[in-house]
């Protein structure tokens, strides 16, 4: 009977994440692998001695080359940014599915087919192991809303 209740308690506790919760996760650990010993602290130290003011020298650097362009600032930019800006999509997200709402069908798509292209380019990434699988479930499990919504509607 205990194993039930816990079993119980640990599916309430999944129903409760979110779309929205997975995405300011993903969003913290990408921000934090910019501040990780084993990701880009260095880079990210650097940045910090100038306020993270001109972390590049953006335009300036291109054509894209070897010894012309610092590729691990563009990383670490990358990696600060790009986990910085999952973290309100993420309480956005969040806060649409804590209504009840269902995520317009565009955004899903779309958001499935960035996360898909992101896969094909850097496939042995975190984009394939952590986003893929979130996408595919926000895509499903708002397509399983919208029909349990429209048969509610119709009935």
């Not at 993420?90 to 009840?100: A, D, F, M």
Request: charged share 15%.
């Amino acid at each position: 009977m205990s194993l039930y209740i816990k079993s119980l308690d640990s599916m309430r506790i999944i129903k409760k994440i979110t779309n929205g919760i997975l995405l300011i996760i993903i969003g913290i650990l990408h921000t934090h692998f910019a501040f990780s010993a084993d990701g880009f602290q260095k880079q990210t130290l650097q940045f910090s001695k100038s306020y993270f003011y001109k972390v590049s020298e953006g335009m300036n650097e291109l054509p894209a080359s070897i010894g012309f362009t610092n590729f691990e600032n563009l990383a670490t930019f990358w990696f600060l940014y790009f986990g910085l800006f999952l973290i309100p999509l993420g309480l956005l997200v969040h806060s649409i599915e804590k209504e009840k709402l269902i995520l317009p069908h565009s955004f899903t798509v779309s958001y499935f087919i960035v996360v898909l292209l992101g896969c094909y380019m850097v496939p042995s990434s975190g984009i394939t192991f952590f986003m893929l699988p979130q996408a595919v479930y926000m895509l499903i499990s708002n397509v399983f809303k919208a029909k349990k919504t429209s048969k509610g509607i119709s009935n």
